[in-house]
T-cell receptor, first 115, second 112 residues
Framework: GENVEQHPSTLSVQEGDSAVIKCTYS??????FPWYKQELGKRPQLIID?????GEKKDQRIAVTLNKTAKHFSLHITETQPEDSAVYFC??????????????FGKGTLLTVNP | GAGVSQSPRYKVTKRGQDVALRCDPI?????LYWYRQALGQGPEFLTY????????KSGLPNDRFSAERPEGSISTLTIQRTEQRDSAMYRC??????????FGPGTRLTVL
């Protein structure tokens, strides 16, 4: 089955700096890669996703890049703010027949943005 | 509109008891997923439904765990003869198919 590795497990940055979180996946058939943000005691919430026919996607301060050959994808947050502090999870799944399949998650990255 | 809801939000039970966890997906979402999330870890897949059909139950840990979605809407995850190792956050998610999975608030299960 799919295996997703996520690094680093913790990341501390100064407000205004950039943060990068990296993930690798094992199943070359995976074609959907979402990123979720989970604040303490809250549910995971999607912040951005990318499909395998796209190499990069950007939404304001957040961007995701995908390298299918290397089976590697990354989350980039620019101009970090204290409210970006949370646990971030990457995930991978196979979307087939018009239906989104189960997500396999990484172990998460605790991001702390220091004011 | 209303998001995914789950009940109860907290469940404390004694070892050996059966528990039923409920998930109410976003209206119109055909796909429903159950995950289990240990503290400090990412959600781990348990089972998945398209409409009322259980498409994959490969993540269910053992035969004490079962799930149903009889009318293609509300789903129930049942754990029989609970054990302490079953203690975790159980999360439900729903999607309209080729789309985002939206997570519910979870049910925190504690088995004493």
């Amino acid at each position: 089955g799919e295996n997703v590795e996520q690094h680093p497990s913790t990341l501390s940055v100064q407000e205004g700096d950039s943060a990068v979180i990296k993930c690798t996946y094992s199943d070359s058939a995976s074609n959907y890669f979402p990123w979720y943000k989970q604040e303490l005691g809250k549910r995971p919430q999607l912040i951005i996703d990318i499909r395998s026919n796209v190499g990069e996607k950007k939404d304001q301060r957040i961007a995701v890049t995908l390298n299918k050959t290397a089976k590697h994808f990354s989350l980039h947050i620019t101009e970090t703010q204290p409210e970006d502090s949370a646990v971030y999870f990457c995930a991978a799944s196979i979307n087939s027949g018009g239906s989104n399949y189960k997500l396999t998650f990484g172990k998460g990255t605790l991001l702390t943005v220091n004011p | 509109g209303a998001g995914v809801s789950q009940s109860p939000r907290y469940k404390v039970t004694k070892r050996g008891q059966d528990v039923a966890l409920r998930c109410d997906p976003i209206s119109g979402h055909v796909s429903l997923y159950w995950y289990r999330q240990a503290l400090g870890q990412g959600p781990e897949f348990l089972t998945y439904f398209n409409y009322e059909a259980q498409q994959d139950k490969s993540g269910l840990p053992n035969d004490r765990f079962s799930a149903e979605r009889p009318e293609g809407s509300i789903s129930t995850l049942t754990i029989q003869r609970t054990e302490q190792r079953d203690s975790a956050m159980y999360r439900c998610a729903s999607s309209s198919g080729w789309d985002t999975q939206y997570f519910g608030p979870g049910t925190r299960l504690t088995v004493l």
